[in-house]
Structures are given as structure tokens and as C-alpha cells.
């Protein structure tokens, strides 16, 4: 997909932007691991960690969910993904 083209998945996610239930990743809570660059799913408000810690847990979530487009959850950060495309968007 051209870059200048904008994602479709982003027509897809709800109005407005779902609320997380949590500021952890629950998986790496169970596993006692520390939570690390969280990110946030747009479809349906999950909270995983990012590519950099052993779980995986966003990028897993977008595996077995299919839902396309997540957030970074870190303060400060507003950046958006999109796993289908591989893009920022």
C-alpha cells in the first residue's frame, strides 16, 4: 500500500476510541514480567506490550484477533500502527 494512501482499516475502529482497563500488560502481570512499551488495540481496547519483550503480547493479540490498527499507550506518545499494512498511520 502506498504511503500517501490512506489505511482502510482505520474506517473500521469505533467512535470513540476505546477505553483500556488497565495501564499494564495482564500477561506480562501473570508471568511477572514487567510491562514495557505498551500498546493499545483500537478495536476493542486490549493492552499488550510491545515486539520488544518476549511475549510479544500486542502483536499476538492482532494474531489472534485480526483486529488491525493499535496505539502506543506510553505517555506522551499518539502514534498508531497498523499490523495488516505494516504502517504507521
Known sequence: MSPSRPCPHLAELPEPEPGA???RCP????????????RLCLHCGHV????????????????QTG????????????WRWCYEDQRLV
Open 27 to 38: 500477561h506480562c502481570e501473570r508471568l511477572g514480567q514487567r510491562s514495557v512499551a505498551l
Open 48 to 63: 499488550g506490550c510491545c515486539d520488544s519483550t518476549p511475549g510479544r503480547w500486542a502483536t499476538e493479540h492482532h494474531r
Open 21 to 23: 482497563a488497565t495501564a
Open 67 to 78: 483486529h488491525a490498527v493499535m496505539r502506543s499507550y506510553e505517555p506522551g506518545e499518539s
